[in-house]
């Protein structure tokens, strides 16, 4: 997904300081050689004037050839005067020249019209801090996705085989999503008893697309429904703060809905749900859902067409085994 406006604003308003804070620290540096070494002053002075008297020449015609080759030859030898100037009083030799936090691109971002390593980075920084997920994606993620962890001594009558071998398949199909992402969009639904996973899966997968510089949202069914109740029934919020905060979450490139069922059940958490689900499977935007809801709770506690929605556009995918969370809790005593 490209960047909104106001998010290569604030992107962009970073670099603008870098460059007034290198501004800045010349003009403190300059300032502070002028007041040490007078002369050094008197130096630039002198390629100013040059290049003031270089240009009268060249608009009136009347310089030669070899002034014009000349020039560049003077303002070489008094720039050496300078460094020399600069050293014997005590000064690094480059104490003058700009400071850059990126010298590749000079803090404005941009090389040519490619965008430097350093403001690729930035981006996919300012998506971290975006997608609700910067700290837990460090310790959540495929390096430290534990197979073992999952039984391997009898067989899941609901899938026909062991937790670990089912969790060994499902993690194909996770990372099969982020490979064809986002030329084959999918939308994948995990479900299963609490502490099997889901939510480190869905980390997991989250911390691959932000790498490559997706957005991500990451939101509780809790949080989903508070702010699309915010938004819709806050009457201090401007229309362009409430359209701007829906398309945050229906046009991101990933929206992640964890533990489905934990909101109050209401006719609008429900039609919010729908509409959710329904407009982004419209625009291809891939959606993953995590819940602890079994197929018939999910038919019971929502609508029919949301349900039709789940079972017949999504990836189901079924994690079985002990509760996680709860084993390391017993190993670590």
Same mark, same amino acid.
């Given at each position: 997904m490209v960047l909104t406006n106001s998010q290569y604003e604030q992107l962009m308003s970073r670099y603008y300081e870098r460059q007034l804070r290198t501004k800045h620290i010349a003009r403190a540096r300059e300032q502070e050689v002028y007041a040490a070494v007078p002369e050094f002053a008197a130096l630039d002075r002198r390629i100013g004037q040059l290049s003031i008297d270089y240009a009268r020449e060249r608009l009136s015609h009347s310089g030669t050839a070899d002034e014009e080759q000349n020039l560049p030859q003077q303002i070489q030898r008094i720039s050496e005067e300078k460094e020399e100037l600069l050293v014997r009083h005590g000064f690094p030799p480059d104490y003058l020249q700009p400071v850059y936090i990126c010298p590749d691109c000079q803090d404005t971002g941009y090389i040519g019209d490619r965008k430097c390593h350093c403001f690729e980075r930035a981006i996919v920084d300012f998506l971290y801090s975006q997608s609700n997920l910067q700290d837990i994606l460090e310790r959540e993620n495929f390096e430290y996705f534990d197979?073992?962890?999952?039984?391997?001594?009898?067989?899941?009558?609901?899938?026909?085989?062991?937790?670990?071998?089912?969790?060994?398949?499902?993690?194909?199909?996770?990372?099969?999503?982020?490979?064809?992402?986002?030329?084959?969009?999918?939308?994948?639904?995990?479900?299963?008893?609490?502490?099997?996973?889901?939510?480190?899966?869905?980390?997991?997968?989250?911390?691959?697309?932000?790498?490559?510089?997706?957005?991500?949202?990451?939101?509780?069914?809790?949080?989903?429904?508070?702010?699309?109740?915010?938004?819709?029934?806050?009457?201090? $919020? =401007?229309?362009?703060?409430?359209?701007?905060?829906? *398309?945050?979450?229906?046009? /991101?490139? #990933?929206?992640?809905?964890?533990? +489905?069922?934990?909101?109050?059940?209401?006719?609008?958490?429900?039609?919010?749900?729908?509409?959710?689900?329904?407009?982004?499977?419209?625009?291809?935007?891939?959606?993953?859902?995590?819940?602890? $809801? =079994?197929?018939?709770?999910?038919?019971?506690?929502? *609508?029919?067409?949301?349900? /039709?929605? #789940?079972?017949?556009?999504?990836? +189901?995918?079924?994690?079985?085994?002990?509760?996680?969370?709860?084993?390391?809790?017993?190993?670590?005593?």
């Open positions: 197979l073992s962890l999952y039984p391997d001594d009898y067989i899941e009558e609901t899938t026909g085989q062991t937790p670990r071998d089912n969790m060994r398949n499902i993690l194909q199909t996770a990372m099969e999503f982020v490979r064809c992402f986002p030329e084959e969009p999918a939308n994948l639904l995990l479900y299963g008893n609490t502490g099997v996973g889901k939510t480190f899966l869905t980390n997991c997968i989250a911390r691959e697309l932000l790498e490559q510089s997706h957005t991500v949202v990451y939101l509780t069914s809790l949080k989903l429904f508070d702010i699309l109740e915010t938004y819709k029934f806050d009457r201090d $919020l =401007s229309h362009t703060e409430k359209n701007a905060a829906v *398309s945050y979450i229906l046009d /991101s490139d #990933l929206l992640i809905i964890d533990d +489905l069922g934990t909101e109050l059940n209401n006719s609008f958490t429900s039609s919010q749900l729908y509409h959710c689900i329904d407009a982004r499977l419209n625009h291809r935007r891939a959606t993953i859902i995590s819940t602890n $809801l =079994s197929f018939d709770d999910l038919r019971e506690r929502y *609508s029919e067409r949301i349900f /039709s929605r #789940l079972t017949s556009s999504y990836i +189901l995918l079924k994690l079985t085994g002990d509760d996680i969370r709860l084993r390391k809790a017993i190993a670590q005593q």
